[in-house]
């Protein structure tokens, strides 16, 4: 079982906004960089935005100025406000964590929401 649960994905039109949301264990979460992930069909999986634990945040430049990644450490949850959404932002959308360098790296994944924008 997925130790990251996301949600929040759907279809909207062109333009509109989603919202998704994504908590994990609180063991995981307070030691980790979080990020979500996306993957269209045909296409390798992309790195859309992350947020470290003191909060600096990364995004695509594909997303920037559309998308918003944040983190709320009493809830163990990360979102993503995605708005002005395009057609070429559909995609599962994967919530992941990290933590430690090296060969002590460990990834975790969420199961992935679909996100679908209707041009």
């Known amino acids: 079982q997925a130790p990251l649960v996301e949600s929040g994905g759907g279809l909207v039109q062109t333009g509109g906004s989603l919202r998704l949301s994504c908590t994990a264990p609180?063991?995981?979460?307070?030691?980790?960089?979080m990020g979500w992930f996306r993957q269209a069909p045909g296409m390798r999986r992309e790195l859309v935005a992350s947020?470290?634990?003191?909060?600096?945040?990364t995004y695509a430049d594909s997303v920037k100025g559309r998308f918003t990644m944040s983190r709320d450490n009493a809830e163990n949850s990360v979102y993503l406000q995605m708005n002005s959404l395009k057609p070429e932002d559909t995609a599962v959308y994967y919530c992941?964590?990290?933590?430690?360098?090296?060969?002590?790296?460990?990834?975790?994944w969420g199961q992935g929401t679909q996100v679908t924008v209707s041009s």
């Open positions: 609180r063991s995981l979460f307070s030691i980790s960089t």
């Open positions: 992941h964590a990290t933590h430690g360098w090296g060969t002590l790296q460990r990834d975790y």
């Open positions: 947020i470290t634990r003191n909060i600096t945040t």
